[in-house]
Structures are given as structure tokens and as C-alpha cells.
């Protein structure tokens, strides 16, 4: 109710501000024809799509910041608590088409484009994705910036501007290939640089003790500095002009000492030096689960995370004399644990700089930072080895140390001398290394930790987490996941939108996803089943045009489209998948001739990164296009059964799949999966899902009922046992005889794929692909069957 009536009055507000930018078509135009001339300094009387594109992004942009600046003016003035989201990872896609939706000008846009020769669609096709992250957690900080837009929430987001996002997957002979990303290199209409919002932030050096006023203080007299840079994005909310802030750092070298150094006599060395501080913000890590104690990694969550603090603490003090307001106008979101020595940077400011004592300090930093945990496995928790940590922030690491010797003195008098449950709980980890653990940190600092899903903080609870859950029951709790549907529907699908607010007779759906419900009472109707199997063949057609255009491989329309999309895991098991593609090609290869009639055509469409270094990830990519190479060319399978592997997956080929998606696959061994998101998207446009019983999909099996979807496989609670009593199961000859296939080189490569059969087989298969197997070929032929009912109109 606070929420509502807050932004009713933020409505209200903006209300007022009539911007100066007009929107119809006609003053579009002349604004994209002022930066065709101006900004982007080419004739208007001839300019390419990609020059277009910049010209009406920056028409755009103008808009945006127009907005930005009406929404800032208006906070400053309320002083509301602002919520600060820290990540180190977004994935945000192109802008050029969700800026335009979510300003509700998408159609004058494409009037003004028309009238100058130019399609919108096709413009939206030049702009790069930014693709700032690895997977889940990068996409769902980018839906999250979305809501909180859209939400009218006071929120900024931090973060990081690598100058090279992901890597490329390029494919060559079926082999995965990393290359750079090389996203700004023809530049960034949707940013705006700072070049005056700067903050030094500084490295390794020493901590000395020094006498203030009688007092004997910590000072730390770092030895490096380098200088972040600001760049802000604004972000606008649907339906409001709330629109909020993605500042992103960039390292640049610091102005600091440089006439010292100078003056050393080296000047080339000097200046190739300082121009190394570039490198913190240049790439991406691309580990979508484990961490290496890098020290790079360390300097940019370090980086980041102090000019992030520095930023806020200043617009805290602009308005505020003291610390005793902050933790009721500021909320610290960590975006799991990569952020945590934000923490500890506040701490060490409040002590050591703002001479705040240190209880107060404690109590201060507690009650302004949560975090959310996006992990399922203690194996998965981020460490840092402490002599690194101590050698890049040595007072930083003197603070751990007193926080967790106070924590330790805690617990002792809770739990007495229990050395096992006291060492387990330490935020340092003792042994041949010694480790900081980050997530026993966070936890240890933060009133909340969040889990993704409810399932998750199950797992928290009885594994992850256990012993902190006993301790502190009130700060454990969960949000499950969301996507948000401006992106994942009106952007990427509008025609299935326009069906959508035609039958619903609104679109305030658009906002509250929740009223989509209303479409239930026309689910038997007719005309509307027909139309929106239209809406679906469209874009099945598209996606099929793309198909042929990456890979060469016609597919009918006609045919089942059946997707697993995401990062290339043991886990997400993209190898059951395979198998059960391949046990579908033999039934085929074996059946009679006149039987094949009854088999239902499928395109199996399989895309995913996986991390450079993952060596079996890699060989599920290769055995993917081995499996193709054979299917797809055998004139006894033909239609009935085609793969294609889309490469380069990231969010604007997401964008492409999902819409022409009839099924989708989500196979997760139990357990594994905090949350997952994709599902959301591929239901939000009316796909069905294939799925195991884990993560936010139990979730989704309560709303929408078992009947609605195809559950398979081991339960979160059978796993455990299973795995105990793998070595004595046997597996399903079905799935012996797909991993025979395989083995004995039947898609070649026989010794390749040797060790990717080992991993199931032999007593191995820690994710239970040959416990799951039948279960799955059941879950697959029950879709087969809904799939031709909905063709012959009964669904
Ligand atoms: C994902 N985690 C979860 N981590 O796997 C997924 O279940 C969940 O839906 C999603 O978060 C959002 O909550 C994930 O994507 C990473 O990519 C990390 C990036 C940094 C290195 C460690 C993994």
C-alpha cells in the first residue's frame, strides 16, 4: 500500500513536467535528422541503417534523459530511502527497441523512420547486444532494473563497464571458439560518460598506526590509484516516467603523483604504466559458477564496490550532517557475494575516516545491507585467499579479521566451545590456505539474505547454510525469480501482446502481469485459439528463416519446435537432452517405413556458452553437432527429426527463440537449480514446458498444475539417496544403448567423446542422466501427444 500510494504521488509529480521534447512522428523525425546531421555528422540527405540507428537512439537518449533529469529533481526533493543494487554483472541486450517501448513511442518511431525510408525493425537489428554478464543472475539484475523503473523505486544500479562483455562463441567444425567482444568499438548511444563524476580508488600499500588527538588510529596508505569514471544508463520504467540510473565504472588511470613519476626521468614507462589501470575494467570473467582467487577479479569487485560506496556516501552527505539517517535512506542490495567488500569499504569509512566508533558503525552497516544468494552448493560459495586479499586492501582485511574475532566471541558464548560448528561458521576458513569465505561474511554483516526461489531457501536451510539458518531463522528468506514481460513479451513478441490487450480489453496487464489470468476464461474459445496459433506460426516462420540463415538447415514450420536455451552445464544436463534426441533418431531408423507416419516432426533447437575452460561442456557442444550431422543428413529421418545448434547465444537470439517456441526444456537435476528464469519467458509466450521438479519450476507447477506441463526425474528430497545407491543401480538399457552409440563412434569422434560417456557411466553420473532417463522419454512421448491434439484443434 506505501508502494501504491508513493507512486501515485510520483505520478502526480511528473505529471506536472511536460517534457520539452514532443513525441509525434514529425518532431521524432526532425530530431533524428538533427543528430543524423549534428551528432553523428553525416548528410541528411544520406545516411546507412547503422547510421539511423545512432541518429534515432540518440532522438531517444534525449528523451530518456530528459526523464532522468525530471525523476532526480524529483527525489532529491522527497529524500525518499533510495535502494541501491549492487551487481557485477548485467545482462541488458540492445536498448534501442525497450527504450522505445517503455516510452510508449515505438509506433511514432516507426512512422517517422518510415517517411525517411527506414523500417524500425530493421534498425533495431544494428545495435550490438550489451552483454555484461554470464547467465541467470546477469539477466535477471537487468529484468530487475526493468521492474524497479517501471515500480517507481527510488533505486540506482552499480555496476561495471567492461570493455569486453562475454566472449563470442564462434563455432568452427562443431568446436566451440572463444572471441573478445568488442561491444564499444563502433560506440555507445545509450550511455552517457561522466567525465567529472570520478573517484580515485586506491590499492595495496600498508596500514600504519598513527596518534589523533590522543587517539591511536588506523590509517591506510595505499600504494596504487587508480580512477573510476562514471557512465550512467538511464533506465526507463513502462507507464511512468520514472526513470532510473545503471551507473557503470571504467578505469582510467589517476592523475595522482604524476608529476613525481614524471620527473623520474621515464616518461614513456610512466605513461604505458598508468595506462594498465585500464585493464580493471576490461573483461568480463566468464565462469558462470566457480571462482579462481584471481587477483584481477579481486581489484574489479574492489574497484567497483569503493566507487560505488564513495558515490553514495557523497549523495548521502549532500543532504545530511551526520550518519544517523543513513541506514533509513539507504538500502544496500548485494547481487551475491561479488559485491560483499562493499561491506566492509563502508565499515572502514565509517571508522577509520569518519571516526564513528566502532559499535555504532557495526550497527549501522548491519541495518543497511541484504543479499541474495543466486548459489545451490557449498562448493559453488565464493573464497578469497586472505594473503591476496591482505596484500591489495591490507586494512580491509584487518576489519575482517575484527568482525569475525567479534562473531567468534559471540558464538562461543552461544554455543560454547564447539570448535567443529565454530570453525564451519568462521568467516575464515583455516587450512594449508587460508581463505576469506564471502558468503559467511555477507551473512555475518547483512539483516537479510535472500534466496531465488522457495525451494532454494529450503536448500539453504537444510544444507547451504544450515548453521546460520539455526542461528539467525529471521534473516533467511526468499523472492522467487521473475522476468519481467515489457521485455519478454512486448518487445520480442508484440503481436501475441496485441492478442493479449484485445481480449483482455486492457493493457494495464502490461504493468501487472498478474491480470493476464482474465485470459483463462477464453482458453476454450475458438477464435481466439486459432489467432493465437497464427501469432505462433509467424514466428515460428522468423525463427526458421533465421535457422536457415545460420546453419543452412531448412526445418518445416510444421514441426514440433522443441528449445533448450542457457549456459552449457553438466547440471542443466543439455546431455540428456542429446540422448534422448539420439534414442528418438534410432526408434526412427528402426520402426517399420509405414510407421513413421505416426512419429511427430520435431526441430530440436539447442544453444548455449560454455565457459572456456569447461572441457566436458565443451564436448556436449561437439557431440550436439555430431548428433546434427548425422540426423540431419540421413534421408531416412528427413522431417521427422532435425537438430540445429544456435550459436552466439545471448539475449536478442533469446529474444528470437522464445516467441517460436512450442516446447522448452528445463532438465536440471533436482536440487541444482536455485531458480531458473527462461521458463518464465518461454511460458509468458505460450510455450509448454518440459521439466524436472526443481528450482522456481515447483513454483510454477502449483500455479499452472501438473496437467499443464511435463514433470520428469528425481525429486529435490530423492536425490541424495540416489546418488548413494548409484553404483548398485543399473541404468536403463535404452540409455546404455544411446552412451553404446556414442562410444563406439557412431557420430565419430570415437576417443573425443570417450571421457563425456565416462561421466554417466561407470558408477559416475552424479546427475543422474541414467536414473532420469525413462522418466524423460515418458515426459517427451506425453508432449508429442498434446502437440498433435493442439494441431488437430483439441487443446
Ligand atoms: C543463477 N546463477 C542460478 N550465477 O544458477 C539460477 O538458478 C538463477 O535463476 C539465477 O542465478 C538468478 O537467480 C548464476 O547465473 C552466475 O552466473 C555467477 C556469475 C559470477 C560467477 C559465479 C556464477
Same mark, same amino acid.
Given at each position: ?330 538500502? +544496500? ?7 560483499? #567488500?562493499? !561491506? *566492509?569499504?563502508?565499515?572502514?569509512? &565509517?571508522?577509520? /575516516? @569518519? ?32 594473503? +591476496? ?7 580491509? #582485511?584487518? !576489519? *575482517?579479521?575484527?568482525?569475525?574475532? &567479534?562473531?567468534? /566471541? @559471540? ?385
Amino acid at each position: 500500500a506505501r508502494r501504491s500510494g508513493f507512486a501515485g504521488r510520483a505520478e502526480r509529480m511528473f505529471g506536472l513536467m511536460d517534457g520539452f521534447l514532443k513525441n509525434d512522428p514529425w518532431s521524432l523525425q526532425k530530431d533524428v535528422l538533427h543528430h543524423v546531421e549534428y551528432t553523428v555528422a553525416r548528410s541528411r540527405f544520406s545516411f546507412d541503417d547503422f547510421e539511423a540507428y545512432l541518429a534515432l537512439s540518440y532522438a531517444i537518449r534525449d528523451r530518456l534523459i530528459e526523464r532522468w533529469h525530471d525523476t532526480q529533481v524529483y527525489f532529491k526533493r522527497k529524500d525518499p530511502k533510495r535502494l541501491y543494487f549492487l551487481s557485477l554483472e548485467f545482462l541488458m541486450g540492445r536498448s534501442l527497441s525497450n527504450s522505445a517501448v517503455n516510452l510508449g513511442i515505438k509506433d511514432q518511431c516507426s512512422d517517422a523512420l518510415n517517411q525517411l525510408g527506414f523500417e524500425f525493425e530493421q534498425l533495431v537489428e544494428q545495435e550490438g547486444d550489451a552483454a555484461l554478464g554470464n547467465g541467470g543472475l546477469a539477466r535477471l539484475s537487468a529484468c530487475q532494473m526493468d521492474s524497479l523503473a517501471t515500480l517507481d523505486f527510488p533505486a540506482w544500479g552499480y555496476g561495471l563497464r567492461y570493455q569486453f562483455g562475454l566472449f563470442r562463441q564462434v563455432i568452427l567444425d562443431g568446436f566451440q571458439h572463444e572471441q573478445p567482444d568488442y561491444w564499444l568499438n563502433f560506440g555507445n548511444p545509450w550511455e552517457i560518460e561522466r567525465i567529472h563524476v570520478s573517484y580515485a580508488v586506491k590499492f595495496y600499500g600498508a596500514v600504519e598506526e598513527v596518534l589523533l588527538n590522543g587517539v591511536n588510529c588506523k590509517v591506510w596508505i595505499p600504494g596504487e590509484t587508480v580512477e573510476a569514471v562514471a557512465y550512467d544508463n538511464p533506465i526507463p520504467g513502462y507507464g511512468t516516467k520514472n526513470t532510473i540510473n545503471l551507473r557503470l565504472w571504467a578505469a582510467k588511470p589517476s592523475g595522482e603523483g604524476d608529476m613525481e613519476s614524471y620527473n623520474t626521468g621515464d616518461y614513456i614507462n610512466a605513461v604505458v604504466n598508468r595506462q594498465r589501470a585500464e585493464t580493471i575494467s576490461s573483461v568480463l570473467y566468464p565462469d558462470d559458477r566457480s571462482y579462481q582467487g584471481k587477483e584481477l577479479r579481486l581489484k574489479q569487485q574492489y574497484f567497483f564496490v569503493s566507487a560505488s560506496v564513495q558515490d553514495i556516501m557523497r549523495r548521502y552527505t549532500d543532504s545530511h550532517s551526520n550518519f544517523d539517517e543513513f541506514s533509513n535512506k539507504v538500502a +544496500l542490495q548485494l547481487n551475491d557475494t561479488h559485491p560483499s #567488500l562493499a !561491506i *566492509i569499504e563502508v565499515m572502514r569509512i &565509517l571508522v577509520d /575516516e @569518519e571516526n564513528i566508533e566502532w559499535n555504532r558503525a557495526w550497527s549501522i552497516v548491519c541495518d543497511s545491507f541484504s543479499f541474495t544468494t543466486h548459489t545451490v552448493s557449498s562448493e559453488g560459495l565464493e573464497k578469497i585467499p586472505a594473503d +591476496l586479499l591482505g596484500s591489495l586492501l591490507p586494512r580491509h #582485511l584487518e !576489519i *575482517i579479521n575484527e568482525i569475525n574475532f &567479534l562473531f567468534m /566471541e @559471540e558464538l562461543k558464548k552461544k554455543l560454547g566451545l564447539n570448535y567443529s560448528q565454530l570453525s564451519q561458521m568462521s568467516i575464515v576458513e583455516e587450512g594449508a590456505v587460508k581463505n576469506i569465505r564471502m558468503a559467511n561474511l555477507s551473512i555475518v554483516c547483512c539483516h537479510a539474505v535472500n534466496g531465488v526461489s522457495r525451494v532454494h531457501l529450503e536448500l539453504l536451510k537444510k544444507r547451504v547454510f544450515k548453521d546460520f539458518c539455526k542461528l539467525w531463522p529471521q534473516k533467511f528468506q526468499y523472492k522467487t525469480n521473475g522476468a519481467t514481460q515489457r521485455r519478454w513479451m512486448l518487445v520480442s513478441n508484440p503481436n501475441l501482446c496485441s492478442l493479449i490487450s484485445e481480449w483482455l480489453g486492457t493493457k494495464a496487464w502490461i504493468r501487472d502481469v498478474d491480470l493476464m489470468i482474465g485470459l483463462k476464461e477464453f482458453a476454450s474459445n475458438t477464435d481466439m485459439q486459432h489467432e493465437w496459433r497464427m501469432v505462433k506460426r509467424v514466428n515460428k516462420m522468423r525463427l526458421a528463416e533465421y535457422i536457415e540463415a545460420i546453419s543452412g538447415v531448412k526445418v518445416s514450420v510444421d514441426a514440433m519446435f522443441d528449445v533448450q536455451i542457457k549456459r552449457i552445464h553438466e547440471y542443466k544436463r543439455q546431455l540428456l537432452n542429446l540422448f534422448g534426441i539420439i534414442h528418438r533418431y534410432d526408434c526412427i531408423k528402426n520402426m517399420e517405413k509405414s510407421d513413421r507416419m505416426k512419429v511427430v516432426p520435431r526441430v530440436c533447437i539447442v544453444g548455449g556458452k560454455a565457459a572456456p575452460g569447461y572441457e566436458i561442456a565443451k564436448k556436449i557442444i561437439k557431440l550436439c553437432h555430431a548428433v546434427a550431422e548425422t540426423i540431419n543428413n540421413d534421408p531416412d529421418v528427413g522431417d521427422l527429426l532435425k537438430l540445429v545448434f544456435i550459436p552466439d547465444y545471448n539475449v536478442s537470439v533469446a529474444e528470437l527463440v522464445i516467441p517460436g517456441s512450442d516446447l522448452s526444456q528445463h532438465l536440471s537435476t533436482a536440487g541444482h537449480e536455485a531458480s531458473g528464469t527462461g521458463s518464465m519467458k518461454f511460458l509468458m509466450n505460450g510455450c509448454l514446458l518440459l521439466a524436472t521438479s526443481d528450482g522456481s519450476t515447483i513454483e510454477i507447477i502449483e500455479e499452472i498444475g501438473n496437467d499443464n506441463m511435463f514433470v520428469f526425474g528425481a525429486k529435490v528430497d530423492e536425490v541424495p539417496a540416489l546418488r548413494e545407491m548409484k553404483s548398485s543401480l543399473k541404468a536403463p538399457l535404452q540409455f546404455a544403448r544411446v552412451v553404446r552409440m556414442v562410444r563406439d563412434g557412431y557420430f565419430g569422434h570415437k576417443d573425443y567423446f570417450e571421457s563425456l560417456c565416462n561421466t554417466v557411466e561407470n558408477g559416475g553420473d552424479f546427475y543422474l542422466l541414467g536414473n532420469d532417463f525413462m522418466s524423460y522419454l515418458e515426459a517427451q512421448a506425453a508432449a508429442d501427444k498434446t502437440f498433435v491434439d493442439q494441431e488437430n484443434g483439441h487443446a
